[in-house]
């Protein structure tokens, strides 16, 4: 090979590194967006599996210590944030949990209320997973409390 044929493919090659690195955020942030709606679509068609997946394992986690899980009372509205930590989805939903006692603790009278809480359940990428539950906070005071979380606005047809 001549240096002119040397000269040209080093040109190709340089402008392609070039125009990939012009369109890597752009193409990001559409893959992003696509995401967003795949996963806020698949969470509706899955939200009752969720809450119900929800409440199976923190029934199970026996916490609050001396109460068991009774019963939850969810409201309507999904609030979608993304973690700019590290990009990830989350969908947070407000619920009220309603404990029963123990045996052991029958004389203890917090548990006559029922506790609010904020649900928090994950996007992985391809399916939506119980996260954590978060005492004592609606789901706007969790954004409040929490500032590297940013709302996502709600796929159109959403609440």
Request: charged share 25%.
């Amino acid at each position: 090979m001549t240096g002119l044929a040397w000269l040209i493919i080093g040109s190709v090659v340089l402008g392609v590194l070039v125009g990939a690195a012009l369109a890597w955020r752009p193409l990001r942030r559409f893959y992003r967006e696509i995401e967003t709606v795949r996963a806020q679509e698949l969470f509706l068609l899955q939200r009752e599996y969720l809450e119900a997946k929800f409440f199976d394992t923190g029934a199970q986690s026996e916490k609050p210590r001396g109460l068991r899980w009774k019963e939850c009372e969810w409201d309507k509205h999904v609030e979608f944030v993304r973690d700019r930590r590290n990009g990830r989805l989350l969908a947070f939903v407000g619920v009220n949990i309603i404990f029963e006692p123990t045996q052991m603790e029958l004389g203890q009278t917090s548990w006559d209320e029922p506790r609010t809480a904020t649900a928090v359940f994950h996007f992985n990428g391809r399916k939506w997973q119980v996260g954590r539950v978060l005492f004592n906070m609606r789901p706007d005071q969790v954004l409040t409390h929490y500032p590297d979380m940013e709302r996502v606005e709600p796929a159109t047809g959403q609440d």
